[in-house]
């Protein structure tokens, strides 16, 4: 099993390239591993993680509903964003300045086969990172992602989280609003969930801007740790 991850910052980069990109990874550990089985070849299969963040943008999972976005196209465009639909799980939500994304694109044979523990360890990452600024989050019952306020009237949303799997590989992942304008949440209805509202770092924090550099080193400790993986330099 390798269990080295290639971590690479893509810095402010294109949804829909960064989509191809994920797609033509994901595409090639699904290659790789096919190709093994049929040769009967053990090649150890790569893993990676993308770290993002997206010029404002819309997208809705596979079973979303479309519903669920509140603008109109002509409205999109004098906002400057862009919408489309993708093959994550999970419904509507947005990316845009101010949010650390991160996509890992794992070969879950690698490290264990089960989702369900995946996506706990992604909300656990972002717990932890969270909880290293006195920030106190949680899961909440039913809703992936990381929440405050569980169980309260003021519960918020300030980590969204959607993921693909096939063959035990991923794409897709998580979108933690570090120091996100949260305006242009007011046009949709974010995930699919309605009467909770979204949040940010640094609205919680009461600060103008939070390092955001920092929150991604804080992640990737955490992340190598929970996966019990090593970084290794990206080639691709």
């Known amino acids: 099993m390798n269990k080295k991850i290639a971590f690479t910052d893509l810095g402010l980069k294109d949804y829909?390239?960064?989509?191809?990109?994920?797609?033509?990874?994901?595409?090639s550990i699904?290659?790789?591993?096919?190709?093994?089985?049929?040769l009967q070849e053990e090649t150890p299969t790569p893993n990676y993680f993308l770290f993002v963040e997206h010029p404002h943008v819309y997208t809705l999972g596979k079973s979303g509903d479309f519903s669920n976005l509140l603008l109109s196209e002509e409205q999109l465009e004098k906002k400057g964003a862009t919408f489309y639909k993708i093959n994550r799980g999970g419904d509507i939500t947005y990316h845009g300045p101010g949010q650390v994304v991160g996509y890992p694109i794992l070969d879950l044979e690698n490290f264990f086969t089960d989702i369900h523990k995946y996506l706990r360890f992604l909300e656990e990452a972002i717990i932890?990172?969270?909880?290293?600024?006195?920030?106190?989050?949680?899961?909440?019952?039913?809703?992936?992602?990381?929440?405050?306020?569980?169980?309260?009237?003021?519960?918020?949303?300030?980590?969204?989280?959607?993921?693909?799997?096939?063959?035990?590989?991923t794409m897709h992942g998580f979108a933690l609003n570090v120091n996100a304008d949260l305006?242009?949440?007011?046009?949709?209805?974010?995930c699919g969930i309605r009467g909770k509202a979204v949040t940010s770092l640094h609205v919680e924090l009461?600060?103008?801007?939070?390092d955001e550099e920092e929150i991604k080193q804080k992640i990737t400790t955490h992340f190598l740790h929970l996966f019990e993986g090593t970084i290794e330099v990206a080639s691709f």
Do not use: H
């Open 16 to 27: 829909k390239a960064t989509w191809e990109l994920q797609e033509k990874l994901f595409a």
């Open 183 to 190: 305006g242009y949440f007011d046009n949709i209805i974010p």
């Open 128 to 169: 932890l990172t969270l909880k290293e600024y006195g920030i106190e989050s949680e899961r909440s019952p039913g809703e992936t992602g990381v929440w405050l306020g569980v169980g309260t009237p003021f519960a918020r949303k300030i980590c969204a989280m959607g993921v693909r799997a096939s063959r035990w590989v």
């Open 30 to 38: 699904v290659d790789l591993k096919i190709k093994n089985r049929r």
């Open 206 to 210: 009461g600060v103008v801007a939070v």
